[in-house]
């Protein structure tokens, strides 16, 4: 027979315990103090946990915006060096157009074939002299130096002796003969001059 107590629909021991359990529980976290404690650390160290992830969420960020900051600098210094690769020669240049006017005014009034007029050939060659002139002085306010003396001492790191000689009256291993002048600019040798050499 079935069991006509609990005929009200109240519960019975058995649905009752895990209800009762959590209560008793609860309370027992309430009550003692080794578990009110675990509890209160448990949510400090969730807390602390969740602004490390914020603070970590911060770096990552802030990392990031270096890396693109770096690479935009990156990319800004390497177009301002090839701009500057680009134009480097234009101050060379502009320093050279006068001269380039000059040989064009040259060309110009060259003599033409035939024209004996002997003051016109002499006029002309005064003309390529100062254009020569012109050239000199502006390659030397950028520095740069003939290397064509003769009569100093062979330097290998000046001279290229493309020949030696009999010079009975000059000492040995003496430049006697320039061939092709040589270049320096400021202390560097840009091209040694090419020389004769006494034996």
């Known amino acids: 027979m079935e069991d006509t107590n609990n005929m009200g629909g109240a519960p019975s021991d058995d649905t009752a315990m895990p209800e009762q359990q959590q209560m008793d529980d609860a309370g027992r976290m309430a009550t003692d103090p080794l578990m009110a404690k675990a509890a209160e650390a448990l949510r400090v160290e969730s807390a602390q946990l969740e602004d490390m992830k914020k603070q970590c969420e911060e ?87 003939t290397i064509d003396e003769i009569g100093v001492p062979f330097d290998a790191a000046r001279h290229e002796a493309m020949m030696m000689e009999k010079a009975p009256d000059v000492a040995s291993g003496t430049v006697v003969r320039l061939l092709e002048a040589g270049y320096k600019m400021h202390d560097r040798v840009l091209r040694p001059a090419k020389v004769v050499v006494a034996e």
């Open 59 to 145: 770096y990552l960020g802030g990392w990031q915006r270096a890396v693109a900051d770096y690479a935009n600098l990156k990319r800004e210094a390497e177009r301002g060096a090839a701009e500057m690769g680009k134009y480097a020669a234009a101050g060379v240049i502009t320093g050279l157009l006068p001269i380039l006017d000059s040989f064009a005014k040259a060309h110009a009034a060259r003599p033409i074939q035939g024209d004996a007029d002997a003051a016109k050939m002499l006029q002309w060659a005064d003309g390529i002299g100062h254009i020569k002139s012109q050239l000199d002085g502006a390659l030397a306010k950028l520095g740069l130096t």
